[in-house]
């Protein structure tokens, strides 16, 4: 069966610093991969997906990025996190169009 | 592009009772709706799925309808349990693009 992983599961960082979080699938190949931000008592934000190996599509503009090293590997990065950056970071997957199998979740603090 | 909106925003009911939330979308290329539910501290959960040749389906104690002329969509639980508490997401794929749009969320208490 497919599963998906995400760490580190909380992070609280300094502004300025930088941010790597990780997302990795197991059980399936060449999945469509999603990043998106959940700020507290909002909706899913897409921030990036990838059809495949280095293959990143950009939906909001903003100070973070997002790579695809692996097949089944996921990142988002930032050189400088901004207090806007908090929030919960899902990571998704699918065989198809849209996500349809989200991680755990990682939960970001900037302060 | 695509514009989902979701009410309530938050909804209690008894045990046993039904619980409705409603979608509108926008976009009437829009031709996958899918449902998750988001325990606290957990990612969101597909549930069930309707595709835009289905007015309605249904999964145990949960069902979706979808009104393309209407251009909005619902989520039923019956028989609700104090398990069935949690955020619930509606979303929409638009047939134009790779990604989906959601909707605010509802938060649904079940009350014992």
């Known amino acids: 069966s497919q599963t998906i992983h995400q760490w580190p599961a909380t992070l609280v960082q300094p502004v300025g610093s930088p941010l790597s979080l990780e997302c990795t699938v197991e059980?399936?190949?060449?999945?469509?991969l999603y990043w998106y931000r959940q700020a507290a008592g909002r909706g899913l934000q897409l921030l990036f997906y990838?059809?495949?190996?280095?293959?990143i599509s950009s939906e909001v503009p903003q100070n973070l990025s997002a790579s695809r090293p692996q097949d089944r590997q996921f990142i988002l990065s930032s050189k400088k996190l901004l207090l806007s950056d908090s929030g919960f970071y899902l990571c998704?997957?699918?065989?198809?169009?849209?996500?349809?199998?989200f991680g755990p979740g990682t939960r970001l603090l900037v302060l | 592009g695509e514009n989902v909106e979701q009410h309530p925003s938050t909804l209690s009911v008894q045990e046993g009772d039904s619980a409705v939330i409603k979608c509108t979308y926008s976009d009437s290329a829009s031709n996958y709706f899918p449902w998750y539910k988001q325990e606290l501290g957990k990612g969101p959960q597909l549930i069930i799925d309707i595709r835009s040749n289905v007015g309605e389906k249904k999964d145990q104690r949960i069902a979706v309808t979808l009104n393309k002329t209407a251009k909005h969509f619902s989520l039923h639980i019956t028989e609700t349990q104090p398990e069935d508490s949690a955020v619930y997401f509606c979303a929409a794929l638009s047939n134009t693009g790779n990604q989906f749009y959601f909707g605010t969320g509802t938060s649904l208490t079940v009350i014992p």
């Open positions: 990838s059809v495949g190996i280095g293959q």
């Open positions: 059980g399936t190949s060449n999945p469509n």
């Open positions: 998704a997957w699918s065989g198809g169009v849209g996500p349809q199998y």
